[in-house]
T-cell receptor
Framework: QQQVKQSPQSLIVQKGGISIINCAYENTAFDYFPWYQQFPGKGPALLIAIRPDVSEKKEGRFTISFNKSAKQFSLHIMDSQPGDSATYFCAASKGNQGGKLIFGQGTELSVKP | GAVVSQHPSWVICKSGTSVKIECRSLDFQATTMFWYRQFPKQSLMLMATSNEGSKATYEQGVEKDKFLINHASLTLSTLTVTSAHPEDSSFYIC????????????FGPGTRLTVL
């Protein structure tokens, strides 16, 4: 059973545009929702994370929007740049699981110049 | 920021041999580390939780006798793929949360294993 569903699978955005990636979760016990960026052949790097007590968090060009009632959260990348081209993963974890992350399927983002 | 290293970064081995992959937290202690496996164009799948001083906890479907995990110190966990076969070829990644810190996990750069 896939506990975290991510969409779209791939995304093409023009330079300067907004990239939006969505995730939905099933387990209401999840209380930590990070987004990771991964370049080919590299390990994932944490971009931004949110907890259910806030509806939005912004760090630079990256914003997480969180909808607890809908059990959904999304990543918005403003002013997308070719250097943002990578695979993005959402994830979720429960506080009593010692940090064990459940990942979404991933979104391959391509930003065209 | 916190740094996690892995060694080797890539390894090629013959079928039937064993391969050891190291995961080190360089500037913090980690009582827990996680091992993931990632096939091309796919997501990260958690294999096991490595616990310092105790046995690892394996996810359902992961063979504990094939993927041996040892967490000998607060900064080192090792994953040994025993009797490797071509289907074990994959990208293996470890991660660690900083001890006593938040849920933030720091990932290693990954190890590419190719079994011939």
């Amino acid at each position: 059973q896939q506990q975290v569903k991510q969409s779209p699978q791939s995304l093409i955005v023009q330079k300067g545009g907004i990239s939006i990636i969505n995730c939905a979760y099933e387990n209401t016990a999840f209380d930590y929702f990070p987004w990771y960026q991964q370049f080919p052949g590299k390990g994932p790097a944490l971009l931004i994370a949110i907890r259910p007590d806030v509806s939005e968090k912004k760090e630079g060009r990256f914003t997480i929007s969180f909808n607890k009632s809908a059990k959904q959260f999304s990543l918005h990348i403003m002013d997308s740049q070719p250097g943002d081209s990578a695979t993005y993963f959402c994830a979720a974890s429960k506080g009593n699981q010692g940090g064990k992350l459940i990942f979404g399927q991933g979104t391959e983002l391509s930003v065209k110049p | 920021g916190a740094v996690v290293s892995q060694h080797p970064s890539w390894v090629i081995c013959k079928s039937g041999t064993s391969v050891k992959i190291e995961c080190r937290s360089l500037d913090f202690q980690a009582t827990t580390m996680f091992w993931y496996r990632q096939f091309p164009k796919q997501s990260l799948m958690l294999m096991a939780t490595s616990n310092e001083g105790s046995k690892a906890t394996y996810e359902q479907g992961v063979e504990k006798d094939k993927f041996l995990i040892n967490h000998a110190s607060l900064t080192l966990s090792t994953l040994t793929v025993t009797s490797a076969h071509p289907e074990d070829s994959s990208f293996y990644i470890c991660s660690a949360p900083r001890q006593g810190g938040t849920d933030t996990q720091y990932f290693g750069p990954g190890t590419r294993l190719t079994v011939l």
